[in-house]
């Protein structure tokens, strides 16, 4: 992952939160910040789960924090997008319109209830999994985020991890892209029924290297939730750090003084 260059999902870092420095800062610190109770972070995840999608794309939430507060995905002029893209923000803006004007007039003919129940309560799922599917594949205390220095295209394609989300289900449905992650990010372009063989074949040369979890996906989501926090302001290679301002894996000593390491 890259700090500078990622686009959502991108770590909020020390000093954004307010606190201490990592030398004087105290457990208390982060728990004055950090700490709630339970069923709070439970609200939290429902609600990115359910409206997070629109949350972001409305808003830029959790995106990068180069752009201007409130960047959104439906303003032709929005900095997020290159003058050559702009015609087609406006084309979907029409066809987002469109949908809406025809969306309201079944909704007359069949009735609020049915609306629920066909369309809205689908479309929430649909929101669901690809919120949940991109956020674990981009935020796990594993994952390394890369500074300028440090990233290079490889190394931010393989910062990820494959998962069995859903199983056999997942595997069908959403046609591989969470056993596969890892080949997704490296060849983007392959067809998805090819992304097995890709991974079989990167595991042959990641070896140990190579990033799998294979924790139940629900159970996941809570640990990322309550563990992927923070990351530092300092370092060109750093990890997410939890609510006590410990971080699962850290920087070898020397790591980057092996000129190897640093082509990977």
């Known amino acids: 992952m890259s700090v500078e260059r990622d686009e959502n999902f991108v770590p909020r870092t020390r000093s954004e939160y307010g606190l201490p420095p990592e030398n004087i800062a105290k457990v208390n610190d982060y728990h004055e910040m950090f700490e709630e109770t339970p069923i709070y972070t439970l609200l939290r995840m429902i609600f990115m789960q359910v409206l997070g999608w629109q949350y972001y794309l409305f808003t830029n939430a959790m995106g990068n924090q180069m752009y201007p507060p409130w960047t959104n995905h439906f303003q032709p002029s929005s900095p997020l997008f290159k003058p ?24 007359r003919e069949v009735g609020f209830h049915n609306f629920l129940k066909f369309y809205f309560a689908p479309y929430l799922l649909a929101n669901h999994w690809i919120v949940m599917l991109t956020y674990l594949h981009h ?34 449905f959403l046609h591989n892209v969470s056993h596969d992650h890892v080949a997704h990010h490296l060849f983007s372009s392959i067809p998805f029924y090819n992304q097995p063989y890709v991974t079989e074949a990167i595991k ?4 140990e290297d190579y990033n799998y979890d294979s924790t139940n996906t629900f159970r996941a989501l809570y640990r990322t939730f309550s563990q992927c926090i923070f990351i530092e302001d300092e370092g060109d290679i750093v ?3 939890n609510k006590e301002g410990k971080a699962q894996r850290v920087l070898a000593p020397g790591a980057l003084d092996n000129e190897t390491k640093k082509l990977i």
């Open 139 to 172: 935020s796990d205390p594993s994952i390394a985020h890369y500074r300028a220095k440090q990233w290079s295209f490889l190394r931010g394609a393989i910062s990820t991890v494959d998962r069995p989300l859903l199983g056999w289900a997942g595997r069908f």
């Open 204 to 207: 042959k040369v990641l070896k």
């Open 84 to 107: 050559h893209e702009r015609n087609g923000i406006i084309a979907s803006n029409v066809g987002l319109s469109a949908m809406s004007c025809v969306l309201y007039l079944w909704t």
């Open 239 to 241: 990890f997410y750090k």
